[in-house]
């Protein structure tokens, strides 16, 4: 049974910055596609950034590009979301979720499993 938690969310300002952790456990972290999602209030909920096993493939949102970056540490078995430069609009509830595929996807459909959920409010 994997389990994912998430953690790192809170209140920001506008341009501050916020680092997100992912912990799976249950299963070997490295056989995973790793992703971020977000939901914000009356949204549906949308693709933010996913990193292949070994750190070589990462894609992001238009929205994020150049201001967030995913990474992962296999020994660890967490995947991380650094948000810089944040903004209202990035408010949201932040989900990471494992994709068995070994290749990046986008869709919240292709991935197996989910975390909780951390929220991330940034304030004007």
């Known amino acids: 049974q994997v389990q994912l938690v998430e953690s790192g969310g809170g209140l920001v300002q506008a341009g501050d910055s916020l680092r997100l952790s992912c912990a799976l456990s249950?299963?070997?972290?490295?056989?995973?596609?790793m992703g971020w999602f977000r939901q914000a209030p009356g949204k549906e909920r949308a693709f933010v950034a996913a990193?292949?096993?070994?750190?070589?493939?990462?894609y992001y949102a238009g929205s994020v590009k150049g201001r967030f970056t995913i990474s992962r540490d296999n020994a660890k078995n967490t995947v991380y979301l650094q948000m810089n430069s944040l903004k209202p609009e990035d408010t949201a509830v932040y989900y990471c979720?494992?994709?068995?595929?070994?290749?990046?996807?986008?869709?919240?459909?292709?991935?197996?499993?989910w975390g909780q959920g951390t929220q991330v409010s940034v304030s004007s």
């Open positions: 979720a494992a994709d068995s595929f070994a290749l990046v996807r986008t869709s919240i459909h292709n991935y197996d499993y």
């Open positions: 249950g299963r070997t972290f490295s056989r995973y596609t």
């Open positions: 990193i292949n096993w070994n750190e070589d493939n990462t």
